[in-house]
């Protein structure tokens, strides 16, 4: 088992989780640990080419998918398990909940699917199952359509960020499901001032001893 810390990051489009990554990053330096900052799609030199496509080119879902997932093998190869066995806190921004949450809630894709590209794409014998998960993963709750009236406005939305209330409706209720019974999932209740979300997640790593 490695001696690094997985956490992901997740929920709809203008729920807000990127505004705390670099409270987090600062609050794990300051216990003296190295910190690897990453973020699906995407981490790689490939990965990012291949997030540009997905965010920006029309595509059937399960192309989606497979591309979502390609960037994800490298990235869990090349970044992730490497960071993990140094030791490192790996802070990831999404990681396969958004693609459960996204292409399967979302799209309405096979969540069978998903999972079997799970299976292969996390293969990693080091951990729990044979399967690499992160160790905690963050879920920035927001009823969609006060992230709707965030977003409007603040820069030109990618594919997934014009996509309707009701499509982030569905992927609300993806990272839902996907939370219910896991208990990697902390719940971050994100209709609220940015310094109490900060309170909830300072109180979420204390709980669980990271803080
Ligand atoms: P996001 O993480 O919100 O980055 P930024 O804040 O820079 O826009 O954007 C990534 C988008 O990609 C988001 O709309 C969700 C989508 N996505 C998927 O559809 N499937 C996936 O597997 C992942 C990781 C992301």
Not at 190 to 206: G, H, K, M, P, Y
């Amino acid at each position: 088992m490695s001696t690094g810390l997985f956490l992901s990051l997740e929920g709809i489009d203008g729920a807000g989780k990127s505004s705390h990554i670099d409270a987090l990053e600062a609050l794990f330096r300051a216990q003296g640990r190295a910190v690897t900052r990453t973020r699906e799609p995407g981490g790689t030199p490939l990965g990012e080419t291949l997030r540009t496509l997905v965010l920006n080119e029309p595509m059937d879902t399960l192309s989606e998918s497979l591309l979502v997932f390609a960037a994800r093998r490298e990235h869990v190869l090349q970044v992730i398990l490497p960071a993990l066995k140094r030791g490192d806190v790996v802070l990831c921004d999404r990681f396969t909940d958004a693609t459960f949450a996204y292409q399967g809630a979302g799209r309405g894709f096979e969540l069978g699917v998903l999972a079997m590209l799970e299976r292969w794409v996390q293969a990693d014998p080091a951990h729990a199952d044979g399967l690499l998960q992160p160790g905690l993963t963050l879920w920035f709750d927001l009823p969609p359509e006060i992230a709707a009236e965030r977003l409007a406005g603040a820069r030109l939305p990618d594919k997934f960020e014009a996509q309707p209330v009701e499509f982030f409706r569905r992927v609300a209720q993806g990272y839902a499901d996907r939370a219910a019974g896991a208990s990697r999932f902390a719940r971050i209740d994100a209709d609220c001032s940015r310094e109490q979300v900060w309170q909830q997640i300072e109180s979420t790593l204390q709980a669980r001893g990271l803080a």
